[in-house]
């Protein structure tokens, strides 16, 4: 009854904060204040696959992955409230633009890069939200006795119709609310691995004795040296400044009210991404004590909260992963439905076409969660890394720079993409299709090639333009 009651009441809430935040257009969202934007923020920035996938990582590599922890609170937080959130509104509403693509193409003088980039954006994060809809659906699965692809289904119609009722308001209230569910899972995880341990310090102290392995071969505590910490260290960059340029991350900006709101906006969100990433990677990275083996990474989270808590806090903790996992879904569903009904059409969506954009995406989205194709795997695996490659330099040329350069903004972005998926496709070792090499270029993320190649073709652009 008490798990019927948990589940039924964070449903009807989320409701309710959908049908409060319904109006009349879809895109926009308005202003809301500073606790609904912090914690939206943090609840389209983090998800499941951070809390639970990243966490198992912890398990693997020990107190080291506290640094990405720290390099999201600094780096995509604090840089990000601090450099760019403001900027970005100004250039939103000196341009009234509805979407980030819309911004970059106009502020840029070229519509095309605005269907481009609603392109890429509509293809790649309609095919990543299959990968965060099959998340929740794998953790419903543990309380509802229904089979994985129905409930696949389940959760894209959920997302669907919230995103098609609440429009950006809603999404921004039930992601808020989703924030402080999840906070609290976290927070419960991170006591009890507390408690049994012994408490914070005597357990990073018996962490610092155990031997280190192939993955942690500086012991448990310490940054790996080799190709191991240089890993690390590629995904303190990946996930903390690749995040800059992610159109659902640029989207959230458009909602400040005032630049006053910031400070405490900023507080607020690296506090609440102190406690989730940081609680949740110090949590799996002190199972290592707790759980010696594990089937996997993926199964490290699981297996904390079935040893270590009742029935009633273990519900509370898959609510606050199916939490991470909605919160990103509902934020890249709409981005995903106003490229399409938006940006590649030129036109302001209406309700008709919006309503057509949302069944697109839900089809798009729940038909690849269902596959275990090459492509699918491919897209969902580069996503993150090849929208920022796209999207990172044009952007901040005008919004930190005030450029704006119409050949230098195409072919920066064109650039960024094909550089940073040719990486992918012929040299990464995890994705690659055909392996053109296995020295040195391989160990280089995709991410850093695309961001480079498509810097040094924003300034040789900017250089002919400047001399023409």
């Not at 193409?105 to 965060?132: D, E, I, N, R």
């Amino acid at each position: 009854m008490l798990k019927i009651l948990l589940w039924a009441g964070y449903f009807l809430l989320f409701a309710y904060l959908v049908h409060k935040g319904k109006s009349r257009d879809a895109v926009v969202s308005g202003h809301v204040g500073f606790i609904v934007q912090s914690f939206a923020y943090v609840a389209t920035y983090i998800s499941a696959v951070a809390l639970v996938g990243f966490g198992g990582l912890a398990h693997r590599y020990g107190m080291q992955m506290m640094l990405i922890a720290a390099g999201n609170v600094w780096f995509g937080a604090w840089m990000v409230y601090r450099f760019v959130a403001w900027p970005t509104r100004e250039w939103q509403t000196r341009l009234q633009a509805r979407t980030p693509a819309q911004m970059l193409g106009t502020g840029h003088g070229t519509p095309f890069l605005t269907k481009w980039l609603g392109a890429v954006f509509a293809l790649f994060l309609g095919v990543y939200a299959s990968a965060v809809v099959k998340g929740a659906a794998l953790l419903l699965a543990q309380i509802v006795p229904l089979p994985v692809g129905m409930l696949v289904w389940i959760v894209c119609a959920i997302v669907g119709v919230a995103v098609f009722v609440g429009g950006l308001r809603g999404v921004l209230f039930t992601e808020a609310m989703q924030g402080m569910v999840m906070l609290c899972g976290i927070l419960m995880i991170v006591c009890a691995v507390c408690s049994h341990v012994g408490g914070p310090w005597d357990g990073l102290v018996a962490l610092s004795q155990l031997p280190p392995d192939k993955f942690a071969n500086e012991g448990f505590t310490s940054l790996s040296s080799g190709d191991r910490g240089i890993f690390i260290i590629s995904l303190v960059i990946v996930t903390s400044v690749a995040v800059w340029a992610q159109p659902q991350m640029i989207q959230r900006h458009f909602s400040i009210a005032d630049p006053r709101q910031l400070m405490k906006s900023t507080a607020l969100a690296m506090l609440i991404l102190t406690v989730l990433v940081g609680g949740a990677y110090y949590a799996a990275a002190m199972s290592r004590l707790i759980l010696p083996e594990v089937s996997g990474p993926d199964s490290v989270m699981p297996e904390l909260v079935r040893m270590l808590m009742p029935e009633w806090a273990m519900n509370l903790f898959v609510l606050a992963i199916v939490s991470a996992s909605l919160s990103t879904a509902t934020a890249v569903f709409h981005i995903s439905v106003a490229s399409l009904t938006e940006d590649l059409t030129g036109k302001k969506a209406s309700r008709f076409s919006w309503l057509l954009g949302i069944i697109f995406i839900v089809a798009l989205s729940g038909s690849c969660a269902q596959i275990r194709g090459q492509l699918v795997a491919l897209l969902c695996a580069t996503s993150w890394s090849v929208v920022g490659s796209t999207a990172l330099v044009p952007y901040l040329m005008l919004v930190l720079k005030g450029k704006r350069c119409k050949s230098a903004a195409l072919a920066s972005s064109l650039c960024g993409f094909f550089s940073c998926m040719s990486w992918y496709l012929f040299l990464n070792p995890g994705t690659a299709v055909i392996r053109l090499s296995d020295g040195f270029l391989a160990s280089i993320p995709p991410f850093f090639v695309g961001v480079v190649v498509s810097w040094l073709a924003w300034k040789y652009c900017e250089r002919r333009s400047q001399a023409n």
